[in-house]
């Protein structure tokens, strides 16, 4: 008893390392899971938040250009400042970066090569003013690169020659001739907004990092939770056994014997056997307890090995096991209880070099169609055959 005590306690109290493995990898996979969603989800709403802002910007600007193109067609046509030179006076004038909270910058550039004033800034720039000019789709794109560390988004405005007035005017500042000069439909530059996403990627990123943290430590605890509760069902689950069960043979104990009896619901058809070992006190005197205890773990198996499946047995004393047959008539109950009288007959039991034998009487009674809360009339009844078939000499059947 003390032993299964001790292994049960074992199974509910340790998680082996495997278990705890495979707990941190779990968790690990859910947290990086949800790291990588989040990122790339807060990352796309930043991206998507500068792409608008970029737009914003651009509308505005064209909105000052349509403004003053407007004015001088109706007032001052000749008079009034280069409408270049207007758009970056505008620019300056709105303090976008003041708006964005520092973080934005607007500027015009001309195409690589023929602008009159401001050339592309880098490299990569002037690589995208050349694509845009092959680009079927005369429409704004966006681009995300690094620069000192830093992260940026930068939205360009392709700026198309539409007037002969300004092609006329680039044509001849720059002193362009035949197939070089500007004509309608020429890219002739670009307005450029960058904005620098740099902090808000890295606090998307602190966010994202203990969302993914707050995950791992959640997925660790429902899962230990779940662990903690499975091992308690489990333990209440064999602690009811070892209540309900006899230790040395896996037999039912007298208590749950009652308690199945309790639950049996109208009338039944059966039979009941009382075994006992017969002379087992003599086992105990010549071999001594621990013989005898090998001799009623023997016969409990010999029981089991003859017994049908619906059949059950407890085990009522030191040396005396009460069966129940189910739905077995006179007959069919004499000939199981003389095979098991048989069974135990012919075992031979080794235990420490010695060989014991042993033999068992069984009182047998057998009812039809009666109710359960005769059963003590019954016990009654089969305990007095069985002490009828001790005073018949032993290792015998009484019904």
């Not at 069984?362 to 007095?384: C, K």
Request: aromatic share 8%.
């Amino acid at each position: 008893m003390k032993k299964n005590e001790e292994k049960l306690t074992g199974q509910v109290n340790c998680l082996t390392p495997l278990c705890s493995i495979i707990i941190l990898a779990i968790a690990s996979f859910s947290a990086i899971s949800i790291y990588y969603y989040l990122s790339q989800l807060h990352r796309e709403a930043i991206v998507s938040d500068a792409t608008n802002q970029g737009s914003l910007v651009i509308k505005l600007s064209q909105g000052f250009v349509r403004a003053y193109s407007d004015f001088e067609a109706q007032y001052a046509s000749g008079k009034l400042p280069n409408p270049a030179i207007f758009r970056r006076h505008a620019l300056q004038l709105t303090d976008l970066n003041s708006l964005f909270g520092g973080s934005l910058f607007s500027e015009v550039v001309g195409f690589p090569g023929k602008a009159i004033r401001l050339e592309p800034t880098d490299d990569l720039m002037h690589e995208q003013l050349l694509m845009l000019q092959t680009d079927q789709v005369k429409s704004m794109k966006t681009t995300i690169f690094t620069r000192n560390g830093d992260t940026i988004l930068r939205s360009i405005w392709p700026f198309y020659a539409t007037d002969n007035t300004c092609i006329n005017c680039h044509n001849k500042v720059l002193g362009l001739m035949g197939s070089e000069q500007w004509k309608i439909g020429d890219l002739m530059g670009a307005q450029v907004v960058e904005k620098n996403i740099q902090q808000a990627l890295k606090k998307s990123h602190n966010e994202t990092l203990f969302v993914s943290f707050l995950v791992f430590l959640t997925v660790i605890a429902v899962i230990y939770c779940l662990i903690f509760v499975r091992h308690q069902i489990l333990l209440t689950k064999q602690l009811k056994t070892l209540a309900n069960t006899d230790p040395m043979t896996g037999c039912m104990n007298r208590r749950e014997m009652y308690n199945k009896i309790d639950k049996i619901q109208g009338n039944v058809t059966g039979a009941i056997l009382i075994l006992d070992i017969d002379k087992f006190k003599k086992v105990n005197d010549n071999y001594g307890h621990a013989a005898g205890d090998a001799v009623i773990q023997s016969v409990a198996k010999c029981i089991k090995s003859v017994t049908r499946e619906t059949d059950w047995t407890a085990r009522i004393g030191g040396e005396e096991f009460l069966i129940w047959l189910h739905h077995a008539s006179q007959q069919q109950a004499e000939k199981i209880a003389e095979n098991i009288r048989e069974q135990i007959e012919l075992v031979v039991i080794e235990f420490e070099e010695k060989t014991i034998q042993c033999t068992a009487s069984i009182g047998l009674y057998a009812f039809e169609d009666a109710s359960p809360e005769q059963f003590t009339t019954w016990f009654s009844t089969a305990d007095t055959l069985l002490y009828k078939a001790k005073s018949k000499g032993r290792n015998n059947v009484v019904s």
